[in-house]
């Protein structure tokens, strides 16, 4: 078969190449122009799926990301797609870098006690016998990560780790369906809870005042583009950094402090940022949680390592029984623990979603800066 001679930069574990002479068969070369379209539209159409669902009850209480990630790994479990692709790694390598600053414009930190005693406990109960012991600390260590700081923390922890990306499909995997039970759990402890007079009078304020100003909730082209060029530019210095330091593993820690050591140094400019850099890590999380999702395979877990499921299951129970106990101790508000919870397993959409459903809360304290606890997170795991 023929070869194509060409000439590319290329990048791999970090390192940017320049002028790099290589061939490519004319089979690589369908792959590039017939298979990577319809991939990329397979998984189009499970995110955009899942940021539709989010006007839904259901996905108001999951997620976009979490519908989306469901939604691929039904696809890939009953055979629509495929749950091996070289475009899934593609995705993987140079998406994802770009989202972690996006996420990071209003960094903060959190306190993460409950997680860290649900995984000692869960470690201990439950052995994964079906997964060496290097593997299987290495996921549940990004399963913590996970909790802690969200779905960005557990690939950035399994890929400091050099997890298979196989492997890190099976505990995307357990986490999501374990977490769909969580949230069914957590509406159930909350529906005898009464919604909160103040939250729907400030809503309907805010509509007042929003109805006033259209362009209001408008993103300016000008604002993305630089919350864009500016994570850019941060991937590039976490590039520099791991190549003058001969540490390309380290590369996407290097680019989450880096984000977080400038979040902090100018949070007056990041903030600006951070509804457009949202924004963004809105859609590039959405196409790359259906690409996780199809990387995973219900039947896979179940057959491979069941005891995934019991992990992530005890890590929750011991994460919610800290989180109320404590609560009840030191006689916290009930609706502030269970939205607290919710942020901390499923992110501030979630939270937001559930708040908004239970009309808690007024919508101002609900859109403050949400804490993005990555760094702090990576360096315990």
Not at 35 to 60: H, R
Not at 161 to 189: D, E, K, M, Q, W
């Amino acid at each position: 078969m023929g070869h194509l001679d060409c000439s590319f930069r290329l990048r791999r574990s970090g390192y940017l190449v320049s002028g790099v002479p290589f061939s490519i068969s004319l089979e690589e070369s369908v792959f590039v122009l017939v298979f990577w379209p319809l991939a990329i539209s397979c998984l189009g159409k499970s995110s955009k799926a899942g940021l539709w669902s989010e006007g839904t009850k259901i996905g108001s209480v999951l997620g976009g990301a979490s519908v989306s990630t469901l939604l691929g790994l039904a696809a890939s479990s009953v055979g629509i797609i495929s749950c091996e692709s070289p475009a899934y790694s593609i995705l993987l390598e140079f998406l994802f870098p770009l989202t972690i600053p996006l996420l990071l414009f209003r960094a903060d930190f959190r306190r993460v006690i409950g997680t860290i005693v649900g995984t000692v406990l869960a470690y201990r109960m439950v052995p994964m016998q079906g997964l060496s012991q290097d593997i299987s600390s290495s996921i549940l260590a990004a399963l913590a990560a996970g909790q802690m700081g969200g779905a960005v923390n557990y690939f950035v922890t399994m890929d400091v780790l050099h997890v298979p990306l196989s492997v890190l499909a099976l505990g995307l995997a357990a986490r999501n369906v374990i977490g769909a039970v969580y949230f069914a759990s957590l509406f159930a402890l909350a529906s005898k809870l009464p919604p909160d007079h103040e939250s729907s009078t400030s809503t309907n304020g805010a509509a007042v005042e929003g109805g006033s100003d259209e362009s209001g909730d408008k993103l300016s082209v000008l604002q993305t583009a630089t919350a864009l060029v500016v994570s850019f530019a941060i991937c590039k210095a976490g590039s520099y950094i791991t190549e003058f330091l001969h540490i390309p593993a380290l590369i996407l820690p290097t680019i989450t402090v880096t984000a977080v050591i400038l979040a902090t140094a100018f949070p007056t400019q990041f903030n600006h940022l951070a509804p457009s850099g949202e924004a963004l890590a809105v859609i590039l999380m959405q196409v790359f949680s259906a690409m996780v999702g199809a990387r995973g395979n219900i039947w896979k877990v179940i057959n491979t390592e069941p005891g995934i499921l019991m992990f992530v299951l005890v890590q929750i129970a011991c994460h919610l029984a800290v989180i109320l106990g404590l609560g009840k101790l030191f006689r916290f508000d009930q609706k502030l623990l269970l939205i607290a919870s919710n942020a901390n397993v499923g992110g501030h959409t979630t939270a937001y979603g559930m708040a908004a459903a239970k009309e808690w809360i007024p919508t101002s304290l609900l859109l403050s800066p949400h804490p993005r606890c990555l760094s702090l997170t990576s360096a315990e795991t």
